[in-house]
């Protein structure tokens, strides 16, 4: 059983930066795409931002496009999140997931999620 970690989450200020880590363990990593979600209150998890097993190809929300960077370290078992300029609208539970592959990214596996709270 593959269990997946979130680390990196608190609150910043506006136009701030955070990076998000998620250590996997329990499985063969390198043989899934991993993904980031998020949920903010009150509304529905949407994807973030997802990257291939190989590490080749990756894949982004429009709304985080430019300003959020994902990619992974199969030595350390990590996939890592790197967001700038962030926003209020960035506020939420951000989840890691792990999935059979990035289009479409269909998760198999989640992690428990790590609060991201932007506000001044």
């Known amino acids: 059983q593959v269990q997946l970690v979130e680390s990196g989450g608190g609150m910043v200020l506006p136009g701030d930066s955070l990076r998000l880590s998620c250590a996997a363990s329990?499985?063969?990593?390198?043989?899934?795409?991993m993904g980031w979600f998020r949920q903010a209150p009150g509304k529905e998890r949407e994807f973030v931002s997802g990257?291939?097993?190989?590490?080749?190809?990756?894949n982004y929300a429009d709304s985080v496009k430019g300003r959020f960077t994902i990619s992974r370290h199969d030595a350390r078992n990590t996939v890592y999140l790197q967001m700038s300029s962030l926003n209020p609208d960035d506020t939420g539970v951000y989840y890691c997931?792990?999935?059979?592959?990035?289009?479409?990214?269909?998760?198999?596996?989640w992690g428990q999620g790590t609060q991201v709270t932007v506000s001044s």
């Open positions: 329990g499985g063969t990593f390198s043989s899934y795409a």
């Open positions: 997931a792990a999935g059979r592959s990035l289009f479409p990214m269909t998760p198999i596996h």
């Open positions: 990257i291939s097993g190989n590490g080749i190809y990756t």
